[in-house]
């Protein structure tokens, strides 16, 4: 990685933040004749903040149950079952690698530019060849050593949206 210099002192650069509305499992995605998709449904992924192809994604699979709903004049709850099954593990592995992220962003930052496998991980996850739900199977793997990353590392005050999420089973817990 090269070094990098910011063109303004750091003393004098001005941060932007907006909230990333990301769902809790269960939360209800159908009611009636209606689905949420994208935002208004939190599927948003927490780890980069991409929403777009969830949004695209999530509106393609409820057009989907909107039409076979139709046929039978039925609710179309096939379009939760899809959301669960299609969207929801990779939202969660990205929840996962964001808690370990904040916890030790130091050290997640040093392992990824000293290791280079963790390095060509990272990159194949950003560029989208790998999926963030491969991040929660291998985390699985080491819930001890996940757990004491999560204990003793840095925690910063959660906003009232990520309160709602830790009374909620995540996939670490699950
Ligand atoms: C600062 C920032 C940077 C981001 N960068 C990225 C990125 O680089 N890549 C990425 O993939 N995602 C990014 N995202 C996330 C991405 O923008 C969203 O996840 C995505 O736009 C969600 O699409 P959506 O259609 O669900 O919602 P939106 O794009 O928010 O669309 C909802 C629309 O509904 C309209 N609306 C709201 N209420 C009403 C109403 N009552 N009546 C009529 N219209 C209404 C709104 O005006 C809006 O136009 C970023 C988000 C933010 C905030």
Same mark, same amino acid.
């Given at each position: ?95 996962d690698l964001q808690q370990v992220f904040d916890a030790w962003p130091g ?9 280079? @496998? ?22 699985? @793997? ?33």
């Open positions: 990685m090269q070094h990098w210099r910011l063109p303004v002192p750091p003393g004098k650069l001005r941060y932007l933040a907006h909230m990333l509305p990301t769902r809790v499992p269960d939360t209800p995605l159908v009611h009636g004749r209606a689905c949420v998709v994208g935002d208004a449904a939190g599927l948003l992924e927490p780890f980069t903040g991409e929403g777009i192809y969830y949004a695209l994604r999530s509106a393609h699979l409820a057009a989907e149950a909107l039409i076979a709903a139709s046929v039978h004049d039925t609710s179309p709850v096939a379009y939760g079952t899809a959301v669960d099954a299609e969207i929801m593990p990779d939202l969660l592995g990205a929840r050290l997640f930052h040093l392992l990824v530019r000293r290791h280079g @496998r963790s390095w060509h991980a990272l990159a194949k996850l950003l560029r989208g060849e790998r999926g963030f739900r491969e991040v929660a199977q291998v985390l699985r @793997r080491h819930p001890f050593l996940v757990r004491a990353i999560l204990a003793t590392g840095h925690h910063p005050a959660p906003s009232p949206v990520q309160r709602s999420h830790q009374h909620k089973p995540g996939a670490l817990n699950g």
